[in-house]
């Protein structure tokens, strides 16, 4: 399974590549300047190899078993197996080492008979924090340290005037920190677009609920945690039981946005069960090299249509060489 993945992270590393190089071309905000950024703000020569950004995570495998009745819906021949090897990751957000932090990742990369491969990126929020490379660029960019200090001055005052900023720090606080991998949602943020069995394209986002409910520590239990304490419990709590989560598309209605990732939809959404995710195994951390890039889709899935996209699978690209 690993070598049939690695050939996937190549295929998508030159993919990313070649859509990087249009990028330097055309826009004054690219990949190799919000690569540039991450470095200043998360750099440690100590650990030159490790990843930029979601630094901390581990690795685990599972099986993905599609809906007997997804197909009658989606035309999706990666959904056709039975059952498709999963490669999960789970991280933290940012360059953030401690676990006891609100923001969460979590990749699922299935591996299908045919050499198909669906790398699914996602976080524990509904919406991104930008909407704009510009604002992508600003928001890190903002938290830069100058002179060895940050300006938490400026970074008020620039939030408070950034409506997708304001608007993620509201969402967020609304999001507690979890007790585990096993209690906690992920989501696309991205709207992709999937074809219909009548052909028609159909505009949704994904998410992965988990079984065990989503679950938060309060204020007291997070302080008698460890800085790492979601690898250890993972790992207590395999051993005893497989992890699982239901994916299920959310179809947009015909006014919501779907080239925002800022945008919240709200209100009742017609949803597709797509399958169950089962999470059975650690597998150390030796998946922290890799690279995954959403842009890594099958047959029948095709990319969103907002600013950010193809941005992160540029940038991905670009981190991933400069750490080798």
């Known amino acids: 399974m690993r070598n049939k993945i690695g050939f996937s992270l190549i295929h998508g590393l030159i993919a990313g590549s070649m859509f990087f190089c249009g990028a330097l071309l055309a826009d004054e905000v690219n990949a190799e300047k919000i690569a540039d950024t991450f470095y200043?703000?998360?750099?440690?020569?100590?650990?030159?190899?490790?990843?930029?950004?979601?630094?901390?995570?581990?690795?685990?495998?599972?099986?993905?078993?599609?809906?007997?009745?997804?197909?009658?819906?989606?035309?999706?021949?990666?959904?056709?197996?039975?059952?498709?090897?999963?490669?999960?990751?789970?991280?933290?957000?940012?360059?953030?080492?401690?676990?006891?932090?609100?923001?969460?990742?979590?990749?699922?990369?299935?591996?299908?008979?045919?050499?198909?491969?669906?790398?699914?990126?996602?976080?524990?929020?509904?919406?991104?924090?930008?909407?704009?490379?510009?604002?992508?660029?600003?928001?890190?960019?903002?938290?830069?340290?100058?002179?060895?200090?940050?300006?938490?001055?400026?970074?008020?005052?620039?939030?408070e005037s950034t409506p997708s900023f304001k608007n993620f720090n509201a969402y967020m606080k609304n999001v507690g920190?979890?007790?585990?991998?096993?209690?906690?949602?992920?989501?696309?943020?991205?709207?992709?677009?999937?074809?219909?069995?009548?052909?028609?394209q159909i505009a949704a986002r994904w998410k992965f609920v988990p079984t065990d409910g989503v679950k938060y520590l309060s204020d007291s239990e997070v302080k008698k945690q460890s800085k790492d304490f979601l690898e250890s419990e993972f790992k207590a709590r395999v051993a005893k039981k497989p992890i699982g989560y239901k994916m299920y598309l959310v179809l947009a209605n015909p006014n919501d946005p779907t080239n925002d990732t800022t945008a919240l939809w709200s209100g009742k959404h017609q949803e597709i069960f797509v399958g169950d995710l089962s999470v059975d195994s650690y597998d150390g951390l030796s998946c922290n090299g890799d690279v995954f890039f959403p842009n890594d889709l099958p047959s029948g899935i095709n990319p969103p249509k907002d600013p950010i996209f193809e941005l992160r699978n540029e940038t991905y690209g670009i981190t991933f060489g400069r750490r080798q």
């Open 40 to 159: 200043k703000l998360n750099y440690n020569p100590k650990t030159p190899h490790m990843k930029i950004n979601h630094t901390k995570g581990f690795c685990s495998i599972g099986q993905f078993k599609p809906n007997s009745k997804v197909l009658e819906r989606l035309n999706i021949k990666l959904l056709s197996q039975k059952e498709i090897p999963a490669l999960v990751r789970y991280s933290l957000g940012g360059a953030e080492m401690d676990d006891r932090s609100k923001g969460r990742g979590m990749v699922v990369r299935l591996q299908g008979e045919d050499g198909a491969t669906w790398t699914m990126v996602m976080l524990n929020s509904e919406i991104n924090f930008a909407r704009t490379p510009e604002e992508f660029l600003k928001f890190f960019e903002m938290k830069i340290p100058v002179n060895g200090k940050v300006d938490m001055q400026k970074i008020k005052e620039i939030t």
């Open 177 to 200: 920190i979890s007790k585990s991998v096993a209690n906690t949602a992920y989501y696309s943020v991205h709207t992709f677009w999937f074809e219909g069995k009548d052909g028609k």
